[in-house]
């Protein structure tokens, strides 16, 4: 009797700790994490054109996992989003299904580069089991200035003329209609 008195007391507490248990739980803890980050992901606002910085530079040399070499500068006058992620980043992971949906309707208009650190298994695991097919790449040199960031996630939305249109750390819902109609007016000549 005792129990049941007790825990119907302090079942609010017996859950919350709970659920700190199961956060350092690395099976349960990365879906938990995934789940908030995805519950306060709200999409990003564009940069006020005041505050707008260019990329001079577009020199800088990436590969896929398979070993292709790709250079960012065949993107110069292009409208480019820049993805800086890890599989073990929940924010990241968080936001990649909104990711792969804008890049379902844009990927032939816009270049788009998740970029990553990790290694090419690790990467393709990924992508293989999420069942996503994102153009991922691996930096060989310094991304450019404007482009740099010691947060994950980090997404960059460039103009065909080089203006860094959204610059967002952390995770957000880049398939809502405000980035859609950003990219719509980018996207007209």
């Not at 530079?57 to 960012?72: A, D, I, K, R, S």
């Amino acid at each position: 009797m005792r129990l049941k008195t007790f825990l119907q007391k302090h079942w609010s507490n017996l859950l919350i700790l709970l659920v700190i248990v199961l956060l350092f739980i690395p099976q349960t803890g990365m879906p938990i994490k995934v789940f908030f980050s995805r519950l306060i992901s709200f999409s990003p606002s564009e940069v006020a054109e005041e505050k707008r910085v260019s990329v001079e530079n577009y020199q800088w040399l990436l590969e896929t996992p398979e070993g292709e070499q790709v250079n960012f500068s065949t993107s110069e006058d292009r409208v480019v989003v820049v993805n800086f992620w890890a599989t073990w980043c929940p924010p990241c992971v968080a936001e990649m299904s909104s990711l792969q949906k804008l890049y379902d309707a844009y990927g032939t208009q816009v270049d788009f580069y998740f970029v990553s650190n990790e290694t090419p298994e690790k990467l393709n695991a990924f992508l293989e089991k999420n069942d996503y097919e994102l153009p991922v790449y691996i930096p060989r040199q310094q991304a450019p200035d404007n482009l740099r960031s010691n947060s994950l996630p980090t997404t960059y939305v460039l103009s065909n003329d080089g203006q860094v249109v959204v610059d967002k750390t952390g995770a957000a819902n880049w398939n809502s209609e405000k980035i859609r109609r950003l990219l719509d007016e980018l996207l007209v000549p």
